[in-house]
């Protein structure tokens, strides 16, 4: 569309950028304004409106990009009566304009964002009710009549908002401080403890340093400083110097986060929300919970809501640092490398440099596990009991679908990083610092298993000699005689023993059979014939016999025969004698192993349920232990560091002997040093260890598993009626040897269940865990030696040096060599003695820590708030504030939010 001519007058409209207000109101939007527009018409004509008359609409194409908000969104801003947004999915630009009521000039305005940009804007002009078409316009004066002019405008996208600038909030005061060091030796002086320590572990020859001079003409103290460099003679000096360092925690402004959640209502509609907010526990054992454990720092971290909070809890668990109490308060101390220079200014400045790695990243570190603490949830219920949830009563009364963003509250934090003073220490090596210390030990007395329920074994006692009478008879058998009516009495035969004769007194003799074999009925089952048990003749005239030689076996249990011969005879006129025989059956080896082997599988049987719940006892009691002993909580580390501090001090008296009365070498320390402040580091490992055997098979651990009840002597479930630690269980594994064939590989393990938590620190390197103890403990317990830190009292700086000087304490070795200067020293140190530049430095120190214009310097934060520091960093000068940054942290608050979607292209207006 071209230039407007009417009545040879050229009709074009002027638009200026007439500027951006603040949003007035409770619907302000952060990072949002009003943004205005004036169009003109050159010519007015005779209506005055010239191109702007009513009944039509003017409007700015912007590009689509835009967030150009409605008025819709703004209700009782003056500034948006009579204006509209249109947008258009198949369309590049987005339109603000106005609708033109009364003739004249328009300003149109809209809300976009605050900041500025620039980019070529279109003006349309259309009659109500028909679409907008581009006509060309001037951009202000001096400008040719173009469809495109670059114009300014809102930037591109949504608003970034980082909050208001630090210098907003200077005067705020600290809610929260911690208080840290940073430990740097003093290389130069060969101090008699730890020289003596470094020649028995590296030469293991004596090393005598009584008498000895301060230029180490010595000639074992020559040899030993010739195997350390100028820094890593940090290990034998006896002095160093800890920089303290305050860290302050601001509370600066908050702000919403991106959204937690989303609701929607429809007209007319009510819905109750339920927020009930959880934090989320590091420890593998729900839905809701992943593993933190062992017990690392980052466990400790995820309970905390607060950075300062946070921090804290870092220092108290990280095991890299010294602890130090100062006036009641744990202070965590960083171990520096050693410095050849003995410049406070040098020192302070290294110290800064490692204060900031590290609190910059444990900062991070912290609100990153800070951030993960915190999780919402949102449901719709008609009906709950919960008394411990908000809730919330949301209402639509309007006749459109209202949706409602629910963002999280988000805090900035503001963090700075003081040096507040310097502080002359001596350094000592004490080894094994945890022998002394005891263990607790859980309580757990193990029940034994029910065995009444499992029925002990019926034996069948072995089968018995059975007695079995058999009826029998003698006949009456006569050989020769008239005795046809066996009336005579007979005996046995002289002429044969088998015989009975009865000689009368007339005739011939009467000769009967005196011999008989019964032959005996089958024995029964599962017996064999034993022996006689009597012979019964019922009161018959008979004598026999039935174990003659000429018998044989009798009765016969091959043959199953009885032998029986009389030897006196009657048988008052009966063919038979009748009688009674008796016979033992015994039974036979079959049928006693029979019941044998029934009785011993019926005891097996016994003994093998009474050991599959012997196996179950012992395992559950194992488990039962293994998850008691991991859940044991910590005791609090200031209570286990105030342990530790004593014991190490207590292992510094013993070791120094002053005097023959440990006590009044005590009180000669704590004069000079400040022993409630002193400070130590352990290391687990020796400077030389002795080489450990490789585990075999009879390798037991520190704390090995109770055998089992039918391995012990003890038959109870699992010995020991109290648990110190974890157990350990030595194994093998399958490896392949030097020539390729299967070998044992012995490892000495510790012992976990699906129950247990992570196993501590040190588990897997065989250390002895103390239950109720911290990874600061477990090292200190297992530690080879720590090094004790002792600052020195302040203004006793000299004092402290000259006592130290002495013969029995650390002696002069090193003192009058030449100090070898380092850049950034002051002129002073030049061309003195190792000794004069430390007698230099304390006194400068005695001077500053004595002066109380740097104490109140240490404390002007307190009163005079956050002044804020250009940059962010710069290397520290004694007292002054040298770090400073941000850190954003989640809260447990959620604000629901309106908000609008465009129904075509789905995107937020």
């Known amino acids: 569309m071209g230039d407007i001519v009417r009545g040879g007058v050229v009709h074009v409209l002027i638009v200026t950028f007439a500027g951006r207000t603040a949003i007035p109101g409770p619907t302000a939007g952060t990072g949002y304004s009003i943004w205005s527009y004036r169009v003109d018409s050159t010519n007015p004509g005779p209506g005055g409106g010239g191109e702007l008359n009513p009944g039509q609409r003017v409007a700015l194409g912007l590009p689509r990009q835009v967030d150009v908000r409605g008025p819709d969104q703004y209700p009782g801003v003056p500034q948006l009566d009579g204006t509209f947004v249109l947008r258009d999915a198949a369309s590049s630009r987005v339109y603000a304009g106005r609708q033109i009521t009364s003739p004249g000039p328009q300003t149109i305005s809209f809300v976009a964002p605050s900041v500025d940009s620039s980019y070529e804007m279109l003006v349309a002009k259309a009659p109500q009710g028909q679409s907008l078409a581009s006509v060309p316009y001037l951009a202000g004066t001096g400008t040719t009549p173009q469809t495109l002019q670059v114009m300014t405008g809102p930037m591109a996208g949504a608003p970034v908002f980082n909050g208001r600038p630090p210098a907003d909030f200077t005067g705020t005061l600290p809610y929260a401080s911690e208080l840290f060091g940073v430990y740097q030796p003093l290389a130069g002086w060969f101090g008699q403890q730890g020289a003596l320590r470094a020649a028995r572990g590296l030469a293991g020859e004596p090393l005598a340093l009584e008498g000895a001079s301060g230029g180490l003409d010595e000639e074992a103290l020559v040899a030993l400083a010739a195997r350390f460099d100028a820094l890593a003679q940090g290990v034998l000096s006896p002095v160093g110097l800890v920089n303290l360092f305050r860290q302050y925690f601001f509370e600066f402004d908050t702000f919403l986060g991106g959204p937690a959640g989303h609701l929607w209502i429809s007209p007319g509609g009510t819905v109750e929300v339920v927020e009930s907010g959880t934090r989320r526990t590091l420890i593998e054992q729900s839905a809701e919970q992943s593993e933190e454990s062992s017990r690392r720092v980052e466990e400790s971290l995820t309970e905390q809501d607060d950075l300062a909070d946070a921090v804290k809890e870092d220092n108290a668990n990280d095991t890299n640092l010294g602890v130090s109490a100062s006036g009641g308060v744990d202070t965590g101390v960083y171990h520096a490398d050693a410095s050849a220079s003995f410049a406070l200014q040098t020192t302070v400045k290294r110290s800064s440099e490692q204060t900031h790695k590290h609190t910059r990243t444990q900062s991070a570190k912290a609100t990153s596990e800070i951030k993960r603490n915190f999780k919402t949830t949102f449901k719709t219920v008609t009906e709950t009991t919960d008394t411990t949830s908000r809730r919330y009563v949301v209402q639509n009364t309007t006749d459109e679908l209202v949706n409602y963003e629910l963002r999280r509250k988000m805090r900035k934090v503001g963090v700075q990083v003081q040096h507040i003073g310097a502080r002359l220490s001596w350094q000592v090596y004490l080894d094994a610092p945890g022998r002394a210390l005891g263990l607790g030990e859980l309580v757990h007395v193990v029940t034994a298993p029910d065995l009444t329920a499992v029925p002990k074994p019926e034996i069948t006692p072995r089968p018995a000699d059975q007695q079995v009478t058999h009826h029998l008879a003698v006949p009456f058998v006569l050989y020769q005689g008239a005795d046809d009516e066996a009336e005579n009495t007979y005996q046995t035969s002289s002429e044969n023993i088998n015989h009975g004769i009865f000689r009368p007194d007339v005739g011939a003799n009467d000769i009967i059979e005196f011999r008989f074999d019964f032959p005996l009925p089958p024995p029964p089952p599962g017996c064999v014939l034993k022996k006689i048990g009597m012979l019964d003749f019922h009161g018959a005239q008979v004598r026999f016999t039935t174990d003659a030689a000429d018998l044989g076996v009798n009765p016969d249990p091959a043959t199953n025969v009885l032998k029986v011969r009389l030897t006196y005879a009657n048988f008052e006129g009966r063919k038979f004698l009748p009688f009674d025989a008796v016979m033992v059956y015994a039974p036979t080896p079959e049928s006693q192993q029979a019941v044998d082997a029934a009785n011993a599988a019926a005891q097996d049987a016994y003994d093998r349920r009474i050991a599959a719940l012997q196996h179950e006892a012992y395992g559950a009691a194992v488990r039962d232990r293994l998850r ?98 974890w157990y350990a269980h030595t194994d093998a594994s399958n490896v392949l040897d030097e020539q390729q064939h299967p070998a044992k590989q012995w490892r000495v393990n510790y012992l976990v269940t699906e129950h247990t938590r992570p196993a501590p620190l040190g588990s897997s390197l065989g250390w002895l865990i103390q239950a109720d103890g911290d990874e600061r403990r477990n090292e200190f317990v297992n530690a080879a030696w720590a090094k004790a830190v002792l600052p020195v009292r302040p203004g006793h700086e000299l004092e402290a040096l000259k006592w130290l000087a002495q013969a029995n304490v650390e002696g002069e070795a090193g003192l009058a060599l030449p100090y070898p200067a380092q850049p950034g020293d002051p002129p002073a140190y030049q061309g003195k003695t190792v000794g004069q530049v430390l007698d230099l430095l304390a006194s400068d120190l005695q001077a500053a820590n004595t002066d109380v214009t740097r104490t109140l310097a240490t404390e002007e934060v307190f009163e005079t708030g956050f002044d804020p520091l250009d940059g962010g960093f710069r290397p520290a000068a004694p007292y002054q504030v040298f770090d400073q940054w941000v850190e954003v942290l989640p809260t447990d608050q959620v604000v629901a939010v309106q908000v609008r979607y465009d129904p075509k292209t789905g995107q937020q207006l």
């Open 628 to 725: 008691l002993v991991s859940g044991m909580r910590p005791r609090p580390s200031r209570d286990l560091r105030d342990e530790e501090r004593q014991t190490v001090y207590g292992h510094l008296i013993r070791k120094l002997r002053l005097f023959e009365d440990d006590h009044l070498g005590s009180e000669l320390i704590r004069q000079i040093f400040d022993v409630d402040e002193m400070l130590y580091f352990v290391a687990p490992d020796y400077w030389r260890p002795s080489a450990v055997p490789a585990p075999g098979p009879d390798s037991t651990g520190k704390y090995p598993v109770p055998p089992p009840p039918w391995n012990a002597q003890d038959p109870a479930v699992l010995g020991g009626q109290t648990v110190l630690t």
